[in-house]
């Protein structure tokens, strides 16, 4: 549930500055100013990312599909940490930090977040079970571990997007406050 709440209000907020297609519909609010729209999107998109636990393997107890689930919800959540660590390590002195930050100390503990980062995301795409190992005898496609199917899907979606046009049409975030 978790998930679809920090999903809604990310999707939500991409919306509102036009950087994702259907943007009308996933900025709508609804009676209680919440973005069902959003909300409804990201149910939807777990329950297809679980279909494949639909065709388990037979005997198994592994859950697969919610495996699969919780890799591409952990990755992506730390993806959306990674990236601003990185930036802001990669500005250096020229970044103008606000009240509450970690001073000086930013220059050993950015590397470290962003490695442990990588590090874990490498994990949550391995395997769950032997017959799950692509390449062996004994594997199985219902056994598979499909997260990184699913990021390469997402990403590479997002890239072609990209290419496509949102390059030429995106204009950066919209300001909905006096700065």
Known sequence: ?????????????FSRDKAVPGHKIWTKLDKNRN????????????AILTLPALWAPEGSVV???????TSVAVIGLFAGFAIPIWLRFKAG?????????????YKWMAPIAVLEIALVSIVFCLPTTPAGVWG?????????QYAPI????VVGG??????????????????????
């Not at 859950?63 to 689930?69: D, R």
């Not at 002195?93 to 100390?105: A, I, Q, R, T, Y």
């Not at 062996?136 to 598979?144: H, L, P, Q, R, Y």
């Not at 997002?158 to 006096?178: H, M």
Request: glycine share 8%; net charge positive; with cysteine.
């Open 35 to 46: 973005p069902s729209n959003a909300a409804i999107a990201l149910g939807v998109a777990g």
């Open 136 to 144: 062996s005898k004994d594997f199985v496609w219902a056994a598979a």
């Open 1 to 13: 549930m978790s998930c679809v709440t920090a999903g809604s209000r990310m999707l939500f907020a």
């Open 150 to 153: 699913a990021l390469l899907v």
């Open 158 to 179: 997002a890239y072609i997007w990209w290419l496509a046009g949102a390059k030429n049409t995106f204009k950066g975030p919209n300001r909905t406050i006096d700065q």
């Open 63 to 69: 859950p697969v599909a919610f495996f699969a689930v």
């Open 93 to 105: 002195d020229s970044f103008k930090v606000g009240e509450w930050n970690l001073g000086k100390h």
